[in-house]
């Protein structure tokens, strides 16, 4: 069956520094990779997502996020983070577009003034 | 395009009580998912819905049902309500094989 794997719980970062955050998959073959951003009490909001083609995508927000196929990882990363980029985000792996996902326990991002 | 729309956006219900959740797909989607966010866990898939009929399921009890109707629209029907069964339900849209799916603002249920 497959998964997913968030390792970081929270991770703090202060306001104009970089963010990475880490998705590892496990998955029988090549899936389609997704990151949801959520803000408290609302729904999911799609950043970014790579079904193929070139491996570094680009999302909304000045989003990015790396698919590298031998580390089975789908690296979510920004150059400067903003205040309001604090939320929880997850990564999501699926078969197809539109299949089901299935999420990571999601990264808590706080963001330092 | 109002996207995906989720009704109530909060309820409390008592255990044994029924409950009744509703959404309304994008315009020009087809297929509605239903996901469970229990409190700091990322969502849990519950079903699929692909013309009227439940193409997928998740790990979920038959407490669990769903309907999809003519205009795509869905409902999320849970049974027997146990204290466990408080979240966020997640309700998601696409457009079978070639989107991705957005997903509503979701329903708050608690169960007291």
């Known amino acids: 069956a497959q998964s997913v794997t968030q390792p970081d719980i929270h991770i703090t970062v202060s306001e104009g520094a970089s963010l990475e955050l880490r998705c590892n998959y496990s998955?029988?073959?090549?899936?389609?990779l997704f990151w949801y951003v959520q803000s408290p009490g609302q729904g999911l909001q799609l950043l970014l997502k790579?079904?193929?083609?070139?491996?570094l995508v680009q999302g909304i927000k000045g989003f990015e996020a790396e698919f590298k196929r031998s580390q089975s990882s789908f690296n979510l990363r920004k150059p400067s983070v903003h205040w309001s980029d604090a939320a929880e985000y997850f990564c999501?792996?699926?078969?197809?577009?539109?299949?089901?996902?299935?999420f990571g326990g999601g990264t808590r991002v706080l963001v330092k003034p | 395009d109002a996207g995906v729309t989720q009704s109530p956006t909060h309820l409390i219900k008592t255990r044994g009580q029924q409950v009744t959740l509703r959404c309304s797909p994008k315009?020009?989607?087809?297929?509605v998912s239903w996901y469970q966010q229990a409190l700091g866990q990322g969502p849990q898939f519950i079903f699929q819905?692909?013309?009227?009929?439940?193409?997928q399921r998740g790990n979920f009890p038959d407490r669990f049902s769903g309907h999809q109707f003519p205009n795509y629209s869905s409902e999320l029907n849970v049974n027997a309500l146990l204290l466990g069964d408080s979240a966020l339900y997640l309700c998601?849209?696409?457009?079978?094989?070639?989107?991705?799916?957005?997903f509503g603002q979701g329903t708050r249920l608690t169960v007291v």
């Open positions: 998601a849209s696409s457009l079978a094989g070639v989107s991705e799916a957005f």
């Open positions: 998955y029988g073959a090549t899936p389609y």
């Open positions: 790579y079904f193929s083609g070139d491996t």
């Open positions: 999501a792996v699926g078969l197809a577009a539109g299949n089901k996902l299935t």
């Open positions: 315009s020009g989607h087809d297929t």
């Open positions: 819905y692909y013309e009227e009929e439940e193409r």
